[in-house]
Structures are given as structure tokens and as C-alpha cells.
């Protein structure tokens, strides 16, 4: 199976900060690879699919990288409707798997 | 667009079953690849397993923790995807979503069904 891990598992930062989140894959898996907030009590939101697309309705502030094993969500300015817990998502091959999750909070 | 609505959790014992529905609307469900993903409290997110669509053959995939407690199966007709959860534990807890993960450019997801295993 494919391990998924990213770092940091949390982070503090201030609005307008420019924020990056890493996910690396234990194998390589293309471009395979979603990008979704979860805040609490809500359905997770996927932001990019495909390792880079951004998904209609996202922000542009949003962005996505990578191929192979390492990925990165990168935040270019920090909103307070941000603060959220990031996840990442491997679906290139079963069974799926999702990161642990990184925290963003105020600082 | 794409609306999932999951139902039939609820309370149930150690080793009891449940059996939750995912109800699709706005397009064919032999036309959606229908994923489980499950969240226990205050923890991450964990894909549980997949339906495959009538281009997949209608597979199914299951992540390891759940395959052999768990059956995942659908009924096209009635626009429906079942997770049957058996022999459940107290680590079972957790909200339940169906999802339709692979979908571009927009995925959906259901709101989620909270399943409490608990004596």
C-alpha cells in the first residue's frame, strides 16, 4: 500500500503569510494526488486534483505542486477563512490514502 | 450536479452490523465511482473503500482495515450504494461520507452519517 505522510503536522501563521504544506508518497504516484480543507463539523472540500488543478470556485490564493513523491499546497497569503485542517490524497492506486492531516491555525 | 445523501447510522453494539445507504441524485449511478471515507472523532480522514462504475465492471475495492468486515455494494435502479458494516468495534466509530472522490472538475461528498459502536 501506499503510505502517504506530510509535514508540518501543524503550523501557526498569520493572515496574510505565504503558507506551503508537504505530502510525500512512500512510492511514486504520477499526479495522482487532491488537496482538501476540512474545517470542524464540515465535509472536507477538495481544493486541487490532479496535483495541480485547482478545482472551480477555489480561490486563486491556493496553489499545488509536484509529481512522483513529493507534492506541495502552498497558500500564497493567508486568509482567516483558511484556518483549517489540510489534507492530501494519493488515488493512484487501491487502496487510496489519504495524509494524516496538517493544522493551520492563528497565530 | 451531484448530491449524496448517506443515511442509517446510529448506536449499535460491539459486535452487532449496520448497514448504511448512500442515495445518488443529478446523474446516473452506473455512470459514478461511489468511495467511503470515514472520520472517528477528532481524528483524520481514512478511505474505507470504493464502488466501481459500470466502465470500472462495477469492482470494488476495500482499504485492508476494513476488508472481511465490511461489504460495500450498490443497486443501480435505485440510485443507491450500501456499506454493510459487520462484527463492528469500538474503533469503528466514526462519521461515515460517501464521496464521489475521482469526479472533475468538482468532486461531492454527503454531509456524513455518525455510526457509534458502543456497549
Known amino acids: 500500500d501506499i503510505q502517504m505522510t506530510q509535514s508540518p503536522s501543524s503550523l501557526s501563521a498569520f493572515v496574510g503569510d505565504r503558507v506551503t504544506i508537504t505530502c510525500r508518497a512512500s512510492?511514486?504516484?504520477?499526479?495522482?494526488l487532491g488537496w482538501y480543507q476540512q474545517k470542524p463539523g464540515q465535509v472536507p472540500k477538495r481544493l486541487i486534483y490532479?496535483?495541480?488543478t485547482l478545482q472551480p470556485g477555489v480561490p486563486s490564493r491556493f496553489s499545488g505542486s509536484g509529481s512522483g513523491t513529493e507534492f506541495t499546497l502552498t497558500i500564497s497569503s493567508l486568509q482567516p477563512e483558511d484556518f483549517a485542517t489540510y489534507y492530501c490524497?494519493?488515488?493512484?492506486?487501491?487502496?487510496?490514502?489519504f495524509g494524516p492531516g496538517t493544522k493551520v491555525d492563528i497565530k | 450536479e451531484v448530491q449524496l445523501v448517506e443515511s442509517g447510522g446510529g448506536l449499535v453494539q460491539p459486535g452487532g452490523s449496520l448497514r448504511l445507504s448512500c442515495a445518488a441524485s443529478?446523474?446516473?449511478?452506473?455512470?459514478?465511482?461511489i468511495d467511503w471515507v470515514r472520520q472517528a472523532p477528532g481524528k483524520g480522514l481514512e478511505w474505507v473503500g470504493r464502488?466501481?462504475?459500470?466502465?470500472?465492471?462495477?469492482?470494488?475495492q476495500y482499504a485492508a482495515s476494513v476488508k472481511g468486515t465490511f461489504t460495500i455494494s450498490r443497486d443501480d435502479s435505485k440510485n443507491l450504494v450500501f456499506l454493510q458494516l459487520n462484527s463492528l468495534k469500538t474503533e469503528d466509530t466514526a462519521v461515515y461520507f460517501c464521496?464521489?472522490?475521482?469526479?472533475?472538475?468538482?468532486?461531492?461528498w454527503g454531509r456524513g452519517n455518525l455510526v457509534t459502536v458502543s456497549s
Open positions: 464502488s466501481g462504475n459500470k466502465v470500472n465492471s462495477y469492482t470494488i
Open positions: 490524497l494519493q488515488y493512484s492506486g487501491f487502496p487510496f490514502t
Open positions: 464521496a464521489d472522490l475521482g469526479a472533475v472538475p468538482t468532486d461531492s
Open positions: 512510492q511514486a504516484i504520477r499526479n495522482a
Open positions: 443529478g446523474a446516473a449511478l452506473s455512470d459514478l465511482n
Open positions: 490532479a496535483a495541480s
